[in-house]
């Protein structure tokens, strides 16, 4: 008997299976490394929002290859300026650019220092500057220009510092929580934007009805979507000026029906028991009130703690008679009925947050404000030893405010209440007008969709290696069906 055998076929067979799994090594190696998001290159730009109140440095980061894609930049860092707003600095502009100095260092710090050429740097001023500029312009002229000196002495790309309109401020806003929330890629629906400042508040949304006046109507292409938003921004009804406003219309009516000596202000949006002594320019030194000469310059500030009676205060700063258009808001400011779901952030969070009201019906939030209201001002500041006294005494009012604005004012009702997200960040960036002030400024959200690949990265990486798998185990069972039908063919031979 001969027993036949090719002495070349099982080392030829082993060869050739080990190059290919090697290949399919090879290549799976060379498409993961080659497709693999480049982590480590980012790029960055700098926002800092000069608010009323004080100003905050915002630094964003994405990854260099995906600038076009939504919510592919995240805040990195944030820096909050020591000191009030820049609008402060009116008697001393030059202390508004140094102010940032603290702040614009800690900016170099967090940025690698071979992007700093390439970082752009933004300043956006909001309602504090607009009111500035009302009263005095050329002081704002100068705190801007301080800042501007400021700014450009940091090794990044200076590129202007600007007083923004309300427009932009509402418009802004909204494009950030729609940005962040992916919104507008999406045919879903967007999320309105509520934002509540010390000077100003804004409201944008996609309305359902026709914008009957032009000022609050802005269009926008993004993605390859059109979108037609109502905004529109309320100067003196941040929550600052409101309580001006309020306290102002509380001391004219105070006086009028009691010139006695020492006056006293009874407010029943403070706490009982709260006893301030201010002075009567403290109140009235803003352009958003008529200016109110009196000879005796200071009173008493003391609070009643009564919910209701608070409100029934805070009505009277909102003109909601006269309405030259279909339907308005107030002050005959057109508004189209709110309309979807909406985030509400900046002072809307820090009060309702503060007061645990951001998940409550609007009757339940109305219980528990008027209790906290009532609740002794001695008991308050008990509870709340590290808080500082300034934004304690003034929660109950902030927060009567709020709902009024809301209910009275925006008209949401007890349904469309639950519509209301009360947010701070969305992921790892706060909701504000500064990102979106800075996606439209470098161009980050284009007015067409980009080209998309095939599937997702992890998508493609997944589909390579299940496919090489599968290659690789038919050639095994390629292999193994070929050694045993060798084998029996040698059987039979023998
Ligand atoms: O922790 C907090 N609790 C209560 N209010 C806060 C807190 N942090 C900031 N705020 C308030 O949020 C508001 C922010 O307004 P901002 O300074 O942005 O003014 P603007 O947007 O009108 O220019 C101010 O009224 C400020 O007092
Ligand atoms: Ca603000």
Redesign the pocket.
């Known amino acids: 008997m001969v027993k036949v055998k090719n002495p070349w076929h099982r080392p030829v067979v082993i060869f050739l299976a080990a190059v290919i799994i090697v290949g399919i090594i090879i290549m799976v190696a060379i498409s993961v490394i080659q497709n693999k998001p480049l982590h480590q290159k980012c790029k960055y730009g700098i926002v800092l ?1 000069a ?4 100003t905050s440095v915002f630094i964003y980061e994405w990854p260099a290859e995906k600038e076009n894609n939504t919510g592919m930049v995240r805040q990195k860092h944030t820096c909050n300026v020591q000191g009030k ?1 820049i609008s402060s600095y009116s008697a001393n502009p030059q202390g508004a650019g140094a102010s940032l100095q603290l702040c614009m260092e800690e900016a170099k710090q967090k940025i690698p220092a071979h992007r700093h050429p390439e970082t752009p740097v933004y300043l956006g ?4 500057m607009r009111l500035l500029r009302m009263e005095n312009e050329e002081a704002s002229d100068k705190v801007l220009d301080s800042v501007a000196h400021s700014l450009k002495s940091y090794p990044f790309s200076y590129q202007g510092a600007r007083i923004i309109s309300g427009q932009e ?1 509402g418009a802004f806003g909204w494009i950030t929580v729609n940005y962040l929330s992916k919104n507008l890629r999406k045919p879903t629906g967007t999320l309105g934007a509520l ?7 804004q409201i944008t949304f996609v309305p359902q009805q026709n914008i009957e006046s032009y000022d609050n109507s802005i269009d926008f292409r993004l993605y390859g979507n059109d979108y037609h938003l109502y905004t529109h921004s309320f100067l003196c009804y ?3 000026q409101a309580l001006k406003l309020s306290m102002g219309k509380k001391l004219e009516s105070t006086l009028k029906a009691d010139k006695t000596d020492p006056i006293e202000l009874r407010d029943p949006c403070f706490h009982p028991g709260y006893n301030f002594t201010r002075t009567v320019p403290n109140v009235f030194n803003t352009p958003c009130m008529r200016e109110m000469k009196l000879a005796n310059e200071t009173f008493f500030h003391v609070g009643l703690g009564n919910w209701s009676q608070c409100q029934q205060s805070i009505r009277k700063v909102f003109n909601t008679i006269d309405c030259p258009y279909s339907r308005c808001s107030f002050n005959g400011v057109f508004q189209p009925s709110v309309y979807g779901d909406f985030g509400a952030f ?2 809307f969070f ?2 309702m947050d ?1 007061l645990n009201l951001t998940s409550d019906t609007l009757a339940t939030t109305k219980q528990k404000l008027a209790a906290y209201c009532s609740t002794p001002w001695k008991k308050i500041v008990e509870n709340h030893p590290n808080i500082k006294e300034k ?1 304690l005494s ?2 109950c009012f ?1 927060a009567t405010y709020i709902l009024t604005l809301l209910e009275d004012g925006y008209k949401f009702t007890s349904n469309s209440w639950k519509d209301i997200r009360f947010i701070m960040k969305i992921g790892d960036s706060d909701a504000g007008w500064t990102l979106g002030y800075m996606l439209n400024l470098t161009n980050m959200i284009p007015a067409e969709a980009p080209d998309t690949p095939l599937m997702p990265y992890e998508g493609y990486v997944t589909f390579m290696f299940l496919f090489s798998l599968l290659i690789l185990v038919l050639l095994l069972l390629v292999y193994f069906y070929f050694r045993r039908s060798t084998r029996t063919a040698q059987k039979d031979i023998i």
């Open positions: 929002d608010g009323s109140s004080h707003g001023a909001t309602a504090g401020e934002d509540l400042g010390g000077a100003s508040t941040g929550k600052d900046s002072a820090f009060v503060f934004y003034e929660y902030s």
